[in-house]
């Protein structure tokens, strides 16, 4: 069974950074894909940053381009999130996923995926 564990989230000031990770577990993710999406108070779930775990390929939503950076450890089967340039509006609950192959159609959907963390909250205050 795979389990997905965000850590990292908190409160933070507009300009600030934070980084979230994600421990991965209970499979060999070598062809898997990794997303972090974000969900705000009333608003639909939305794609974030996305990585092939094969080869560390990313892709951003336009939103976070050139503030956001996601990367992987695979020696601790871990996925990152470096935010930097924090705003207002990136506050959410932030959620790491795992779906077991690579789409490049449909990897920004996230009922693409199969396996979803608990989720970490991210605060950005003005």
């Known amino acids: 069974q795979v389990q997905l564990v965000e850590s990292g989230g908190g409160l933070v000031q507009a300009g600030g950074s934070l980084r979230l990770s994600c421990a991965a577990s209970g499979r060999t993710f070598s062809s898997y894909a990794m997303g972090w999406f974000r969900q705000a108070a009333g608003k639909e779930r939305e794609f974030v940053a996305g990585?092939?775990?094969?080869?560390?390929?990313?892709n951003y939503a336009d939103s976070v381009k050139g503030r956001f950076t996601i990367s992987r450890d695979n020696a601790k089967n871990t996925v990152f999130l470096q935010m930097n340039s924090l705003k207002p509006e990136d506050t959410a609950v932030y959620y790491c996923a795992a779906r077991p192959t690579y789409n490049s159609r449909t990897y920004y959907y996230p009922e693409s995926y199969d396996y979803w963390g608990q989720g970490t909250q991210v605060t950005v205050s003005s």
């Open positions: 990585i092939r775990w094969s080869d560390g390929s990313p």
